[in-house]
């Protein structure tokens, strides 16, 4: 009978015992857990800060009382794997409840650690800083509110996914909330423009956000920030990102990359072939460029864990490279990406082509349309997408994981208006907006629009262009971009010629009736550009520059 022994009892490594187990009924598979709980929600942790998971059990999964009668699987919480002998094959373990060391022998040893929260530098005596990804760190939560009256003020530090997941549970137990966020924008994967509407949503719900500021102290009452300000705080968050937890296996001599994680081939194996590795500890490779790349997510722990399961069981099929696929509530808003950003491809060297559109959810004379924002990022070489970012209220889920299916699946982005989708109005247009992303593609791509981006306006207005505003006029009131001249599409067959020689930028709200007046403009013989995603597009990029160092609440 041969000994499966695995470190870390949450995502990755529960899927590995328990797909192991229907795999192989003799063997012995021992699964050893730091924490006080296995096969946990971590997903859903925030949401029992709020109340909207009410109940504290509906997290717990599964327990090792369960686990032992319905899969014969030992599964010991609160024991701590302190070391691997390579040699012999075993792992030294603390009994945490008992302060009892002892040696486990294996035939296998998977890795899945999981990661570990960053916390600020420098926290004073007797001062609570709580982060969120076990059932222990919910309870000390959960026991830290618990003398906090709604109003009070609470600090996340960070804002990605988790800080804006618990900035907005707070927000709804009736805490005063303010994000800290050492960075220029929430959201780290999203490109800035993208990523400001999520500020300003969060704010005008009256959850504080502060963008380009560092907590570089935390004390009993209150944050300290890198400019000397002091926020009032009875309950401190660290949303700071996590590290990897690598240090068991890189000290048992074990290969880690570049990014800080454990280092592992297609079939999750480390460099020593009785050792494999799963998780959040571990780089995957990506599956734009191939390069292995930290990504924490739950999906792909999951996933991992069972094809860890079928490796040992030798039924050994590759993985996939990871696409990053991630999605979040920010309070009612709903944001998510996949793939690279712009700003990630082009600072890998990509040359790339960037699509911004403004569709609705569904078809606008159904009632209750909502606007949605686009982002597809495409390889101008190649046509191949190579990222997209959506943000909306209804229907981003749908339109990201059909483009994630798409990249997956190898097609060019001009072969997403060819995709054949689910229509009906209440679900979504005739020309759904994924199809619209590929329409624009191909006429990038064909030579049929040429475009500028948002952040690019500004030196063309430098060169000497003239910019045309040619929204209806209703749509004005929304705003105008300086220096721009209204000329309804309407009326540039009259007026064309004041433009002289000059080149002219022209836009519309979103970009679609600006294709309409460039494609007019081109055949009349001029040289025309559409500015890309039209004006809501430009006014999210400037508002995203101006909300830096800005603390935003309503």
């Not at 988790?162 to 709804?172: S, V, Y």
Request: proline share 4%; with cysteine.
């Amino acid at each position: 009978m041969r000994t499966t022994v695995i470190v870390g009892g949450v995502a990755g490594g529960m899927s590995a015992a328990t797909r192991l187990r229907r795999l192989d009924e003799r063997r012995e598979i021992i699964v050893l857990e730091r924490s006080g709980a296995v096969s946990f929600a971590n997903c859903g942790l925030p949401y029992h800060v709020s109340g909207v998971i009410a109940e504290r059990g509906e997290l717990a999964l599964q327990t090792p009382e369960r686990l032992a009668a319905r899969f014969r699987i030992d599964a010991r919480v609160r024991h701590e794997v302190l070391s691997i002998d390579r040699g012999a094959k075993t792992v030294v373990v603390r009994d945490l409840d008992r302060d009892r060391l002892h040696e486990i022998g294996y035939d296998e040893l998977v890795l899945s650690p999981g990661a570990a929260p960053r916390r600020p530098a420098h926290i004073a005596a007797g001062a609570a800083v709580h982060a969120l990804r076990t059932l222990d760190d919910l309870d000390g939560i959960m026991t830290g509110l618990g003398g906090v009256p709604a109003g009070d003020p609470a600090v996340v530090i960070g804002g990605g996914y988790i800080g804006i997941e618990i900035a907005d549970n707070l927000h709804r137990r009736g805490l005063s909330v303010t994000i800290v966020q050492r960075g220029d924008q929430l959201l780290a994967p999203l490109d800035e423009e993208m990523a400001a509407p999520v500020a300003d949503h969060l704010a005008s719900l009256g959850i504080g956000v502060l963008l380009g500021r560092s907590a570089v102290e935390v004390a009993t009452d209150h944050v300290t920030l890198d400019d000397g300000a002091r926020l009032p705080a009875a309950l401190v968050i660290a949303a700071m990102g996590v590290t990897p937890e690598a240090s068991l296996a890189a000290d048992a001599g074990l290969a880690i990359g570049d990014e800080g994680g454990i280092a592992v081939d297609a079939f999750h194996r480390t460099r020593d072939p009785a050792i494999f590795a799963i998780g959040d500890a571990v780089e995957k490779a990506d599956a734009i460029d191939g390069a292995g790349r930290l990504v924490t997510l739950a999906g792909l722990a999951n996933r991992h864990g069972r094809a860890v399961a079928d490796v040992i069981a030798g039924d050994a099929v590759p993985a996939r490279p990871s696409l990053g696929t991630a999605i979040v509530d920010a309070a009612g808003l709903t944001v998510a990406n996949v793939g690279w950003s712009e700003r990630a491809a082009v600072e890998r060297g990509r040359d790339v082509r960037v699509i911004h559109t403004h569709p609705f959810s569904h078809a606008t004379y159904f009632p209750g349309a909502t606007p949605l924002s686009l982002k597809l990022v495409v390889d101008r070489a190649d046509d191949r997408i190579l990222g997209a970012q959506a943000v909306g209220t209804d229907g981003v889920d749908k339109r990201i994981d059909v483009i994630a299916t798409a990249m997956s699946a190898g097609l060019a982005a001009s072969a997403l208006a060819d995709l054949e989708l689910a229509y009906a109005p209440q679900y979504g247009s005739a020309k759904d907006p994924v199809n619209m992303l590929g329409y624009v593609d191909r006429n990038l791509a064909n030579g049929d629009d040429r475009v500028i981006q948002w952040h690019e306006l500004e030196h063309e207005l430098a060169a000497g262009a003239a910019l045309v505003d040619v929204r209806a006029e209703g749509q004005l009131a929304e705003g105008l971009i300086p220096g721009a001249r209204w000329i309804p599409v309407e009326a540039l067959r009259e007026r064309h010629a004041e433009f002289g020689g000059r080149r002219i930028v022209v836009h519309c709200r979103v970009g679609q009736g600006a294709h309409t007046a460039a494609r007019l403009l081109a055949a009349l013989g001029h040289d025309v550009v559409n500015l890309d995603g039209g004006y809501l597009t430009w006014r999210d990029g400037q508002r995203a520059r101006a909300l830096v160092g800005i603390r935003l609440a309503a």
